[in-house]
């Protein structure tokens, strides 16, 4: 008749020594060994500390009803300028009466409360006996980020385009897209307002062009938003006008954050644990061939000799 297993369980052997010996010596080495190692693999195999982290997100973006356009003739002192910007550009406005109307419309596509697309119209008249050669147009935002690391920031999307003929009407379709040159700090509970301010301020007394200083400034900012363009037309003709449409489109962003201290320890946690758990299988098999080969100086307590053992040490 045949016999089965239905039972079994480990015999646990137990080797000891004194407290100043080699074995002791040798059995706290491979204990520190086992905790460290995993840490000095883990960290020179990088990646260990999560340095960056990102996100996405559509963030809440407004038109502030504060832009400039600038139209230039093909006489250089004679161009189209539109705005309603600051007091500041009071003195800077010249043929504004050129700039018969101005149209914005925000539309909400997919009914989250968020604006998914901005759409300008600008209709303008142009001197008699001139062209328009170039524009550059800026408009003013209001960005906001509210899920994980809160922003609120004035920022810019700006179009330039250069006509070698004259222009009759120019359309265009672009992504606003985000743009960092360094991590947001992301702290809880407390909202990122350090661009939170008019882009169209500028120095007077510094002399210059002033687009290029409000540009120039904008350009040194750690965080900005530019268009993307998809698609551009310009139509062609000498009608003594301009149609100028601009179509923005909001999709969700890309954001780069600095991970707070928390979420760098959950990122490394799992890389450590799991080389602890494979040291620690390595440096048993090592103690195993240590102790039963009699390489340090250790009692062996076998589980049907302790009685003996607890007999001698207690006449000694």
């Known amino acids: 008749m045949g016999l089965y297993k239905l039972f079994s369980y480990n015999v646990e052997v137990q080797y000891m020594s004194c407290f100043l010996s080699k074995a002791t010596l040798f ?39 504060e832009y400039l356009l600038i139209a230039e003739t093909d006489d250089p002192t004679e161009s189209i300028q539109c705005g309603a910007t600051n007091d500041s550009f009071g003195d800077f406005m010249k043929n504004e009466e050129n700039c018969v109307e101005f149209q914005v419309q925000e539309y909400d596509v997919t009914g989250d409360t968020n604006n998914d697309l901005l759409d300008f119209k600008f209709f303008l008249n142009v001197p008699q006996d001139r062209t328009v050669t170039s524009l550059i147009l800026m408009l003013a935002l209001n960005f906001q980020l509210k899920l994980v690391c809160p922003l609120q920031m004035q920022s810019l999307a700006v179009v330039n385009k250069e006509f070698t003929t004259p222009p009759s009407g120019f359309k265009y379709l672009a992504d606003l897209e985000f743009y960092q040159t360094r991590h947001l700090p992301c702290k809880q509970n407390l909202v990122d307002t350090k661009y939170n301010s008019s882009v169209f301020i500028y120095d007077k007394n510094k002399s210059g062009n002033t687009i290029d200083q ?39 962003m890309e954001v780069k954050y600095t991970p707070s201290l928390i979420q760098e320890i959950k990122w490394a946690w799992p890389q450590y644990l799991s080389l602890v758990v494979v040291f620690y299988w390595i440096f048993n098999r090592i103690k195993k061939f240590v102790f039963n080969n009699r390489l340090v100086m250790a009692w062996e307590i076998l589980p049907w000799k302790k009685q003996q053992i607890a007999t001698k040490k207690k006449y000694y």
């Open 27 to 65: 059995t706290l080495t491979t204990t520190v060994l086992n905790f460290i190692l995993p840490f000095i693999i883990a960290y020179r195999g990088r990646g260990f500390w999560l340095r960056s982290h990102s996100f996405y997100e559509q963030p809440v973006v407004q038109f502030t009803y």
């Open 214 to 252: 409000i540009l120039e400034k904008y350009y040194m900012r750690e965080v900005t938003t530019h268009t993307k363009s998809l698609y551009s037309r310009s139509q062609n003709g000498h009608t003594g006008s301009v149609q100028i449409q601009v179509s923005v489109r909001v999709p969700e």
